[in-house]
């Protein structure tokens, strides 16, 4: 009888913990007490977008059918060439409080302004989050990458407020309040108390633009004196830039005005594995947006969308921050382990990340990865 009883004790060791440096790990997490109604299925807007949106999206939409988990998406076409985003759009968002989205192409110049900042500053999503760290498997030139960017998302250059002055001079307004300041400097500080932070970076060109800026580190170091048990720091953002690129471990929670933001985010995630890989998302007071965290190759190139070779690694990873955001922890460990063991493998590859896989088959392998 005890002979028999071996095989069976180790085949319920094997399924309920991991073997890692040596030690056995537990998988399954503290257990998560539901309040009553809380596994409704809750209804998602979801925004295929332009270019390889819609493989990336249809990815996720799998992957959830396959989990079972308790959403149900609402779809709608929105592409980057619209004046606007059509009212009935906004309205399933305030409606849902939540959304994922693919990429949305940009014109360039011209009289078309931003879907994604009409998203933003529309709903208020003043906090863009960008987590960018390393993934077992995934080598890359640096180890022990791990940074959060938190960027104010509704002012700075991206205001919107240019005017030509006269032919062949053109304006272009920077604007920074105290209200937009403090609001994402206290988020930041927030994100890191609740998330076991232990550092909060204020990235500035105050030595340049010493009211706009200025204003900026103002509010971050009133604000930082609250959370006396965060180190805050400071950094010029060039400085910034040239220190990423060349020690990114000592940075953890990144906090910026708009413009600097995008940039830095975009070098982060191309430090620790490339924005295919890279999860994130727009939140305010009331909703939410998800999407792949970087904005650099979002929508693709034409080769890419033909081959059907488009990485959906970021957006699996940005529906396990929503699913998060929903109260549906199990559901995101679930979802986070599946793709973090498809990468560990190395079997199932993008070719941003050095493979042939198509995006169909590293889905399937994200859905033969699940527990």
Do not use: W
């Amino acid at each position: 009888m005890a002979r028999r009883a071996i095989p069976i004790l180790k085949e319920f060791l094997a399924k309920s913990t991991n073997q890692c440096s040596g030690s056995l790990i537990p998988t399954r997490s503290v257990t998560y007490m539901p309040r009553p109604g809380d596994g409704a299925p809750h209804p998602v807007t979801l925004i295929p977008g332009d270019g390889i949106g819609p493989l990336v999206t249809g990815a996720v939409e799998k992957v959830m059918e396959a989990m079972h988990a308790p959403v149900y998406f609402e779809k709608y076409e929105v592409h980057g060439d619209m004046k606007k985003v059509p009212e009935e759009v906004i309205d399933s968002i305030k409606k849902n409080k939540v959304c994922l989205k693919g990429g949305l192409a940009t014109p360039m110049g011209g009289g078309v302004s931003s879907l994604n900042v009409q998203l933003r500053k529309e709903l208020d999503l003043y906090a863009s989050l960008v987590n960018c760290f390393n993934l077992p498997g995934l080598v890359t030139r640096h180890e022990n990458v791990d940074i959060v960017v938190i960027r104010e998302n509704t002012e700075g250059e991206y205001s919107g407020l240019e005017h030509e002055v006269v032919p062949g001079v053109v304006e272009s307004l920077k604007v920074i309040t105290k209200f937009c300041s403090e609001r994402i400097a206290k988020y930041a500080f927030e994100y890191a108390y609740l998330n076991n932070r232990k550092k909060v970076t204020a990235v500035h060109k105050a030595n340049i633009m010493k009211l706009a800026d200025g204003l900026f580190l103002e509010s971050c170091r009133e604000v930082a004196t609250k959370y006396p048990g965060i180190k805050y720091n400071e950094i010029i953002v060039d400085n910034c830039c040239m220190q990423l690129v060349s020690k990114p471990e000592q940075f953890d929670v990144m906090v910026t005005p708009n413009l600097y933001g995008n940039l830095v985010a975009n070098t982060a995630a191309g430090i620790a594995g490339g924005t295919g890989v890279m999860p994130g998302g727009n939140v305010g007071a009331d909703h939410a947006i998800f999407e792949q965290g970087a904005s650099a190759g979002n929508v693709g190139n034409e080769n890419i969308v033909e081959q059907k070779k488009a990485n959906p690694v970021a957006l699996l990873l940005s529906s396990a921050m929503m699913l998060r955001h929903l109260q549906f922890p199990s559901f995101a460990d679930r979802l986070e382990t599946a793709v973090k063991r498809v990468i560990l493998e190395g079997k199932y590859r993008t070719k941003d990340l050095g493979g042939t896989s198509t995006t169909q088959e590293v889905t399937d392998a994200v859905l033969a990865a699940l527990d």
